[in-house]
T-cell receptor
Framework: TQLLEQSPQFLSIQEGENLTVYCNSS?????LQWYRQEPGEGPVLLVT?????EVKKLKRLTFQFGDARKDSSLHITAAQPGDTGLYLC???????????FGKGTHLIIQP | NAGVTQTPKFQVLKTGQSMTLQCAQD?????MYWYRQDPGMGLRLIYY???????DKGEVPNGYNVSRLNKREFSLRLESAAPSQTSVYFC?????????????FGEGSWLTVV
């Protein structure tokens, strides 16, 4: 099973600040996905990146796939309390089907 | 828009008891999954089903059995619950398996084994 390491594990910042969270692996992934999970709910897909060096933007969220396809980052500009949640990266694996997930970054944005 | 529905939402079991978690999806998806989520361990795949009539083990299948009853429904059974199975269980589905495919999750089932 290919491992995905996420950092930091926990992050608490003030509203309006910028932040970056990371997803790293020693293995090459053909694609990576980012999910966001709110308390009491299941994860929801934010984005899929498939090309090395790819950058995708979703409003204030910017996702980047590393050139070597071993890592990805999520940058949030001007964070808002609504961004609070658990951010998970995931890649193919965990069996012949399905996804393997990182352990996630718990993000808290304080008003 | 029901999506993926799983029941029950909460359950407390005594060690040794059995129970079945039910899951149904209304998106006509071929692939269905059961994950468990534990603090510090992340989401781990228990079993999956790539199509009706097929099931395969994931990363942590011991102590569980599954049934793909039809295309819509995928159940997870604990035959003799153990405290180590205390967890949050998520059912999920996708149109097909494979990379880049969107997986849709249910809201989770909180299971406590005492």
């Amino acid at each position: 099973t290919q491992l995905l390491e996420q950092s930091p594990q926990f992050l608490s910042i003030q509203e309006g600040e910028n932040l970056t969270v990371y997803c790293n692996s020693s293995s090459v992934f053909s694609s990576l996905q980012w999910y966001r999970q709110e308390p009491g709910e299941g994860p929801v897909l934010l984005v899929t990146v498939v090309t090395g060096g790819e950058v995708k933007k979703l409003k204030r969220l910017t996702f980047q796939f590393g050139d070597a396809r071993k890592d990805s980052s999520l940058h949030i500009t001007a964070a808002q309390p609504g961004d609070t949640g658990l951010y998970l990266c995931a890649g193919p694996g965990g069996g012949a089907d399905g996804l393997t997930f990182g352990k996630g970054t718990h993000l808290i944005i304080q008003p | 828009n029901a999506g993926v529905t799983q029941t029950p939402k909460f359950q407390v079991l005594k060690t040794g008891q059995s129970m079945t978690l039910q899951c149904a999806q209304d998106m006509n998806h071929n692939s269905m999954y059961w994950y468990r989520q534990d603090p510090g361990m992340g989401l781990r795949l228990i079993y999956y089903s790539a199509s009706e009539g097929t099931t395969d083990k994931g990363e942590v299948p011991n102590g569980y059995n599954v049934s793909r009853l039809n295309k819509r429904e995928f159940s997870l059974r604990l035959e003799s619950a153990a405290p180590s199975q205390t967890s949050v269980y998520f059912c999920a589905s996708s149109r097909t398996g494979g990379e880049g495919n969107t997986i849709y999750f249910g809201e989770g089932s909180w299971l406590t084994v005492v």
